[in-house]
């Protein structure tokens, strides 16, 4: 029960700086501030050469070109080997076509995984669940999604996550529900009395003072 709690308590969260982590990958040691500068989706996966986790690493590698197109680096995570994840990359390509060229980080000894929080008991005492980490140019930690592990991720919807984070960043905007690049924006409401009322004359698409949209 203590080590329960003191998982959940490291437990990183939205706004966070990403925890630094110095560790062995399949393209060498790594850490954390080596990704300063740019995007970052690290992702941690139950084990190798199991299907779910498969069909995830092909789907990530498949869309590298869109994750690059946004600047973004990925970095796969499990508590296999390095020997591990090569084999595994290696059978990926060869029974699939599929290659892997991102690198993986060998948590052997759990110590990325519990500073991100990725073990979760109720799920697996030794593997990681299926964490998403979406971490900007700052290294400030923007979203956090989790699956368990009978559930593969959608690419996409990380993909759309970045988008809107970028978005949002560049614009000074909201992104409603279910937007796609393209679609109109939120404007951040008002904050004074005088600016609701003014906010109805300035030309946005608004349901009411507090909501009001605008193409980009």
């Not at 560790?23 to 941690?44: I, N, Q, Y």
């Not at 279910?178 to 300035?202: F, S, Y």
Request: include cysteine.
């Amino acid at each position: 029960m203590e080590e329960q709690t003191e998982q959940i308590v490291s437990m990183p969260r939205l706004g966070d700086k990403a925890p630094e982590f110095e560790a062995p990958t399949t393209h060498g040691t790594l850490k954390m501030s080596d990704f300063k500068g740019s995007w970052v989706v690290l992702f941690s996966h139950p084990a190798d050469f199991t299907p779910v986790c498969t069909t995830e690493f092909m789907g990530f590698a498949q869309l590298s070109p869109e994750f690059k197109k946004r600047g973004v680096e990925l970095i796969g995570l499990s508590v296999d080997s390095i020997t591990s994840h090569i084999a595994w990359a290696r059978n990926i390509e060869e029974k699939a076509g599929v290659k892997i060229t991102f690198p993986i980080i060998a948590d052997l000894n759990k110590e990325v995984s519990v500073k991100f929080g990725m073990v979760h008991p109720g799920q697996s005492k030794t593997e990681t669940v299926r964490c998403t980490f979406i971490i900007d140019p700052d290294q400030i930690i923007r979203l956090i999604l989790y699956y368990p592990l009978t559930t593969g991720r959608n690419m996409d919807e990380i993909l759309r996550c970045i988008d809107a984070l970028q978005t949002a960043d560049k614009n000074k905007v909201a992104t409603p529900a279910n937007w796609r690049p393209g679609d109109m924006v939120i404007v951040p409401p008002p904050k004074t009395q005088e600016a609701a009322e003014e906010r109805l004359k300035e030309g946005f698409e608004c349901v009411d003072w507090y909501f009001c949209k605008r193409k980009l």
